[in-house]
Protein backbone atom coordinates (compact mmCIF):
# COMPACT_ATOMS: atom_id res chain seq x y z
CA UNK A 1 0.00 0.00 0.00
CA UNK A 2 1.22 3.80 -0.94
CA UNK A 3 0.23 6.41 0.89
CA UNK A 4 0.63 10.33 0.36
CA UNK A 5 -0.06 13.14 2.09
CA UNK A 6 1.31 16.79 1.60
CA UNK A 7 0.92 19.73 4.82
CA UNK A 8 -0.80 22.48 2.88
CA UNK A 9 0.15 25.10 5.47
CA UNK A 10 4.18 24.91 6.65
CA UNK A 11 3.05 27.22 9.78
CA UNK A 12 1.65 24.19 11.48
CA UNK A 13 4.86 21.86 10.62
CA UNK A 14 5.36 22.07 14.78
CA UNK A 15 1.67 22.04 16.26
CA UNK A 16 0.40 18.76 13.99
CA UNK A 17 3.41 16.18 15.46
CA UNK A 18 2.68 18.02 19.05
CA UNK A 19 -1.12 17.20 18.53
CA UNK A 20 -0.31 13.79 17.28
CA UNK A 21 -0.22 14.27 13.56
CA UNK A 22 3.33 12.75 12.46
CA UNK A 23 2.53 10.59 9.00
CA UNK A 24 -0.47 9.42 7.07
CA UNK A 25 -2.09 7.34 9.27
CA UNK A 26 -2.55 9.30 12.08
CA UNK A 27 -4.96 11.06 9.98
CA UNK A 28 -7.17 8.51 8.43
CA UNK A 29 -7.07 6.27 11.70
CA UNK A 30 -8.23 9.26 14.26
CA UNK A 31 -10.76 8.86 16.28
CA UNK A 32 -10.81 12.34 18.14
CA UNK A 33 -13.75 15.21 18.16
CA UNK A 34 -16.82 15.15 17.85
CA UNK A 35 -18.36 13.88 14.48
CA UNK A 36 -20.03 16.94 13.32
CA UNK A 37 -20.88 14.49 9.70
CA UNK A 38 -21.65 11.09 8.72
CA UNK A 39 -22.38 9.60 5.25
CA UNK A 40 -21.91 6.30 3.74
CA UNK A 41 -17.90 7.63 2.80
CA UNK A 42 -17.26 10.01 4.93
CA UNK A 43 -17.03 11.08 8.71
CA UNK A 44 -16.47 14.72 9.42
CA UNK A 45 -14.48 15.29 12.92
CA UNK A 46 -14.56 19.04 14.62
CA UNK A 47 -10.69 18.76 16.62
CA UNK A 48 -9.44 21.38 19.21
CA UNK A 49 -5.51 21.98 18.65
CA UNK A 50 -3.43 24.07 20.73
CA UNK A 51 -0.29 25.65 20.75
CA UNK A 52 1.11 28.29 18.35
CA UNK A 53 -1.21 28.55 15.34
CA UNK A 54 -3.93 26.55 16.90
CA UNK A 55 -7.68 26.75 17.41
CA UNK A 56 -10.52 24.95 15.93
CA UNK A 57 -10.16 22.63 12.75
CA UNK A 58 -12.11 19.74 10.47
CA UNK A 59 -10.83 16.66 9.62
CA UNK A 60 -12.84 14.35 7.00
CA UNK A 61 -12.05 11.19 6.74
CA UNK A 62 -13.06 9.37 3.31
CA UNK A 63 -13.37 5.33 3.04
CA UNK A 64 -13.46 4.03 -0.40
CA UNK A 65 -16.02 0.73 -0.29
CA UNK A 66 -17.48 -0.91 -2.84
CA UNK A 67 -16.78 -3.01 -5.46
CA UNK A 68 -12.80 -2.96 -6.02
CA UNK A 69 -12.98 -1.54 -9.60
CA UNK A 70 -15.13 1.48 -9.03
CA UNK A 71 -12.02 3.06 -6.98
CA UNK A 72 -9.44 2.15 -9.32
CA UNK A 73 -7.36 5.08 -11.38
CA UNK A 74 -9.65 7.65 -9.90
CA UNK A 75 -8.09 11.00 -8.43
CA UNK A 76 -9.22 10.94 -4.84
CA UNK A 77 -11.56 13.01 -3.45
CA UNK A 78 -8.95 15.26 -1.18
CA UNK A 79 -7.03 16.04 -4.01
CA UNK A 80 -10.07 17.27 -6.01
CA UNK A 81 -11.77 19.27 -2.69
CA UNK A 82 -7.45 21.13 -2.44
CA UNK A 83 -7.72 21.79 -5.50
CA UNK A 84 -11.67 23.61 -5.77
CA UNK A 85 -10.71 25.36 -2.54
CA UNK A 86 -7.52 26.91 -4.45
CA UNK A 87 -9.63 27.48 -7.68
CA UNK A 88 -12.74 29.35 -5.46
CA UNK A 89 -10.06 31.70 -3.57
CA UNK A 90 -7.75 32.63 -6.79
CA UNK A 91 -9.44 32.07 -10.01
CA UNK A 92 -13.18 33.17 -8.37
CA UNK A 93 -11.91 35.84 -5.58
CA UNK A 94 -14.63 33.28 -2.83
CA UNK A 95 -14.29 32.86 0.70
CA UNK A 96 -13.15 29.13 1.44
CA UNK A 97 -12.05 27.42 4.19
CA UNK A 98 -8.16 27.20 4.61
CA UNK A 99 -6.73 23.64 3.82
CA UNK A 100 -4.28 22.63 6.22
CA UNK A 101 -3.56 19.45 4.99
CA UNK A 102 -4.68 16.52 2.67
CA UNK A 103 -3.62 12.86 1.55
CA UNK A 104 -5.10 9.15 0.33
CA UNK A 105 -3.87 5.81 0.21
CA UNK A 106 -3.87 3.20 -2.87
CA UNK A 107 -3.53 -0.50 -3.17
CA UNK A 108 -1.94 -0.52 -6.81
CA UNK A 109 -4.53 1.46 -8.34
CA UNK A 110 -7.26 1.18 -6.12
CA UNK A 111 -8.09 4.21 -3.56
CA UNK A 112 -8.29 2.77 0.08
CA UNK A 113 -8.94 5.98 1.99
CA UNK A 114 -8.07 9.75 2.03
CA UNK A 115 -7.80 12.67 4.29
CA UNK A 116 -8.53 16.52 4.20
CA UNK A 117 -7.56 18.90 7.20
CA UNK A 118 -9.06 22.54 7.22
CA UNK A 119 -8.92 25.12 9.58
CA UNK A 120 -12.26 26.35 11.12
CA UNK A 121 -13.81 30.03 10.01
CA UNK A 122 -13.81 31.92 13.03
CA UNK A 123 -16.96 33.71 14.35
CA UNK A 124 -18.81 31.76 10.98
CA UNK A 125 -22.38 30.12 11.10
CA UNK A 126 -24.20 27.54 8.73
CA UNK A 127 -26.23 29.86 6.36
CA UNK A 128 -29.00 27.97 7.64
CA UNK A 129 -29.37 29.40 11.24
CA UNK A 130 -27.75 32.33 9.83
CA UNK A 131 -31.36 33.33 8.11
CA UNK A 132 -33.21 31.73 10.87
CA UNK A 133 -32.28 34.08 13.60
CA UNK A 134 -31.89 37.39 11.00
CA UNK A 135 -35.61 36.36 9.93
CA UNK A 136 -36.88 36.31 13.24
CA UNK A 137 -36.43 40.16 13.86
CA UNK A 138 -38.59 41.81 11.62
CA UNK A 139 -36.48 44.73 11.99
CA UNK A 140 -33.42 42.67 10.29
CA UNK A 141 -35.16 40.28 7.78
CA UNK A 142 -35.30 42.84 5.48
CA UNK A 143 -31.29 43.86 5.80
CA UNK A 144 -31.05 40.44 5.49
CA UNK A 145 -32.77 39.35 2.28
CA UNK A 146 -30.52 41.97 0.82
CA UNK A 147 -27.30 40.32 1.79
CA UNK A 148 -28.51 37.00 0.42
CA UNK A 149 -29.39 38.85 -3.00
CA UNK A 150 -25.56 40.35 -3.16
CA UNK A 151 -24.52 37.06 -2.35
CA UNK A 152 -26.10 35.64 -5.86
CA UNK A 153 -22.61 37.73 -6.93
CA UNK A 154 -20.34 35.46 -5.29
CA UNK A 155 -22.25 32.34 -6.98
CA UNK A 156 -21.98 34.14 -10.54
CA UNK A 157 -18.58 35.48 -9.99
CA UNK A 158 -17.54 30.96 -9.66
CA UNK A 159 -19.47 30.57 -12.97
CA UNK A 160 -18.45 33.41 -14.90
CA UNK A 161 -14.50 31.58 -14.22
CA UNK A 162 -16.07 28.33 -15.11
CA UNK A 163 -15.79 26.85 -11.63
CA UNK A 164 -18.67 25.06 -10.22
CA UNK A 165 -19.59 23.46 -6.81
CA UNK A 166 -22.60 20.66 -8.11
CA UNK A 167 -23.17 20.09 -4.51
CA UNK A 168 -24.02 23.61 -3.84
CA UNK A 169 -26.59 24.00 -0.63
CA UNK A 170 -27.03 26.04 2.04
CA UNK A 171 -25.70 23.51 4.18
CA UNK A 172 -22.47 23.84 2.52
CA UNK A 173 -22.88 27.38 2.96
CA UNK A 174 -21.15 29.54 6.25
CA UNK A 175 -22.06 32.92 7.26
CA UNK A 176 -19.29 34.91 9.31
CA UNK A 177 -21.14 38.46 10.29
CA UNK A 178 -18.82 41.36 10.53
CA UNK A 179 -18.92 44.95 9.10
CA UNK A 180 -19.51 46.46 6.59
CA UNK A 181 -20.96 43.37 5.12
CA UNK A 182 -21.20 39.76 6.59
CA UNK A 183 -18.93 36.88 4.51
CA UNK A 184 -19.77 33.97 2.33
CA UNK A 185 -18.05 30.75 2.57
CA UNK A 186 -18.15 28.00 0.42
CA UNK A 187 -17.85 24.28 1.74
CA UNK A 188 -17.08 20.77 1.06
CA UNK A 189 -16.19 20.71 -3.15
CA UNK A 190 -15.28 17.76 -3.05
CA UNK A 191 -17.41 17.14 -6.93
CA UNK A 192 -17.19 20.29 -8.96
CA UNK A 193 -14.37 21.97 -10.50
CA UNK A 194 -14.10 23.64 -13.63
CA UNK A 195 -16.12 22.77 -16.83
CA UNK A 196 -14.81 23.89 -20.17
CA UNK A 197 -17.41 23.19 -22.87
CA UNK A 198 -20.57 24.96 -23.01
CA UNK A 199 -22.46 21.77 -22.55
CA UNK A 200 -21.03 21.41 -19.13
CA UNK A 201 -21.68 24.77 -18.46
CA UNK A 202 -24.49 25.09 -18.42
CA UNK A 203 -24.77 21.62 -16.79
CA UNK A 204 -23.11 22.28 -14.15
CA UNK A 205 -24.89 26.12 -13.61
CA UNK A 206 -28.15 24.19 -13.32
CA UNK A 207 -27.09 21.59 -10.73
CA UNK A 208 -26.04 24.54 -8.67
CA UNK A 209 -29.02 26.69 -8.60
CA UNK A 210 -30.87 23.54 -8.70
CA UNK A 211 -28.65 22.21 -5.32
CA UNK A 212 -29.77 26.32 -3.54
CA UNK A 213 -33.09 26.08 -4.59
CA UNK A 214 -33.62 22.43 -2.59
CA UNK A 215 -32.58 24.20 0.32
CA UNK A 216 -33.95 28.44 -0.34
CA UNK A 217 -37.47 27.29 -1.25
CA UNK A 218 -37.62 25.99 2.61
CA UNK A 219 -36.69 29.69 3.70
CA UNK A 220 -37.85 32.25 0.77
CA UNK A 221 -41.04 33.12 -0.61
CA UNK A 222 -41.44 32.51 -4.80
CA UNK A 223 -40.85 35.91 -5.24
CA UNK A 224 -37.78 36.57 -3.03
CA UNK A 225 -36.08 33.52 -4.94
CA UNK A 226 -36.66 35.21 -8.50
CA UNK A 227 -35.22 38.34 -7.16
CA UNK A 228 -31.99 36.50 -6.31
CA UNK A 229 -32.15 34.72 -9.67
CA UNK A 230 -32.46 38.09 -10.88
CA UNK A 231 -29.30 39.62 -9.10
CA UNK A 232 -27.55 36.39 -10.21
CA UNK A 233 -28.69 36.96 -13.95
CA UNK A 234 -27.84 40.44 -13.71
CA UNK A 235 -24.40 39.71 -12.56
CA UNK A 236 -23.76 37.37 -15.68
CA UNK A 237 -24.61 40.15 -17.77
CA UNK A 238 -27.77 38.76 -18.41
CA UNK A 239 -31.27 40.64 -19.04
CA UNK A 240 -34.78 39.69 -16.60
CA UNK A 241 -35.82 37.88 -19.24
CA UNK A 242 -33.92 35.21 -18.79
CA UNK A 243 -35.31 34.56 -15.00
CA UNK A 244 -38.53 33.01 -15.98
CA UNK A 245 -36.92 30.34 -18.36
CA UNK A 246 -34.78 29.79 -16.12
CA UNK A 247 -36.90 29.29 -13.22
CA UNK A 248 -38.42 26.89 -15.27
CA UNK A 249 -35.61 24.58 -16.06
CA UNK A 250 -34.79 24.58 -12.10
CA UNK A 251 -38.57 23.90 -11.43
CA UNK A 252 -38.04 20.69 -13.81
CA UNK A 253 -34.31 19.25 -12.70
CA UNK A 254 -36.02 19.51 -9.04
CA UNK A 255 -39.21 17.86 -9.45
CA UNK A 256 -37.08 15.32 -11.28
CA UNK A 257 -34.65 14.62 -8.54
CA UNK A 258 -37.19 14.82 -5.60
CA UNK A 259 -39.32 12.51 -7.67
CA UNK A 260 -39.98 9.46 -5.00
Known sequence: M????????PGLANLLPAEGFRNYADFAGCERGEVVARSGTTVTRRL???GPGGGEFYLKQYRYAGPRWRHRFRRSKDAIEARNYALLRDRCGVCV???VAHG???AGWRLLDAFILTRGVCGAV???RWWREQSADAGRAAAALRTIERWAEVIARMHRAGV???DLQWRNLLVRPGAPAAELFVLDSARGGRRRSPWMRNHATVRDLSGLEKSARRYLTRTQRLRWLRAYLRARGRSAEHVAPLARTIARDRARKDAP
Not at 2 to 9: E, F, K, S
Open 104 to 106: SRR
Open 97 to 99: PQV
Open 2 to 9: AARWTLDD
Open 48 to 50: RME
Open 126 to 128: PLE
Open 164 to 166: FHV
